[in-house]
């Protein structure tokens, strides 16, 4: 059983399409972590949230952390054939400095 | 600007020898991590160091594997006695924490395949 769930763990979508990827978990976290990893290649940091609740976005993607810092979503607006790839969440909890513990990916496909 | 230097890039061993994995972490950066990803599986944590310093090993097969940070250098994950379930890519990610209190980003190299015959 995975500490950190992510869903779905497959999508194909057409180029502009809008997508979620979730992440969920039973656990608190002191912050979550977004990546993205391409074939051959180490995870990119796309980006860091901290705070419950919290919003950050970066072009068209929007990333959320849950009020609780359980959960957290990743949702690309107008997807490009460019954002194919493997999206992975990773979770620290306690201390920073901690290992991060990281969800079973979302291997989304954008189509021309 | 360099990033997390791994090498190799590819490693091939057959049965019984043994694998010597580098990393060299960001400039800055003092603290090491590194994750193995099996085939079709998700990226798991195997140790964190220091310099000079084992802080969390919880993640490393009890035998045949060991992992050091020296003083000057890069880091070292050595795998003795290769088997075929060895075969992985092996991740090492590096971090600069500012404080008990900060947030831990870690940045990651581009990883050694290792593939055992």
């Known amino acids: 059983t995975q500490l950190l769930e992510q869903s779905p763990q497959f999508l194909s979508i057409q180029e502009g399409e809008n997508l979620t990827v979730y992440c969920n978990s039973s656990?608190?976290?002191?912050?979550l972590q977004w990546y993205r990893q391409e074939p051959g290649e180490g995870p990119v940091l796309l980006v860091t949230v901290v705070t419950g609740g919290e919003v950050k976005k970066l072009k068209r993607l929007t990333f959320q952390f849950g009020d609780a810092r359980k959960d957290s979503s990743l949702h690309i607006t107008a997807a490009q054939p460019g954002d194919t790839g493997l999206y992975l969440c990773?979770?620290?909890?306690?201390?920073?400095?901690?290992?991060?513990?990281f969800g079973g990916g979302t291997r989304l496909m954008v189509k021309p | 600007n360099a990033g997390v230097m791994q090498n190799p890039r590819h490693l091939v061993r057959r049965r019984g020898q043994e694998a010597r994995l580098r990393c060299s972490p960001m400039k800055g950066h003092s603290h090491v991590y590194w994750y193995r990803q099996l085939p079709e599986e998700g990226l798991k944590f195997m140790v964190y160091l220091q310099k000079e310093n084992i802080i969390d090993e919880s993640g490393m097969p009890k035998e045949r594997f060991s992992a050091e940070f020296p003083k000057e250098g890069p880091s070292i994950l050595r795998i003795q006695q290769v088997v075929r379930g060895d075969s992985a890519a092996y991740f090492c990610?590096?971090?600069?924490?500012?404080?008990?209190?900060?947030?831990?980003?870690?940045?990651f190299g581009p990883g050694t395949r290792l593939t055992v015959l």
């Open positions: 990610a590096s971090s600069r924490l500012a404080g008990l209190s900060s947030y831990n980003e870690q940045f």
């Open positions: 656990s608190v976290f002191s912050s």
């Open positions: 990773a979770g620290e909890m306690g201390y920073a400095g901690n290992m991060l513990t």
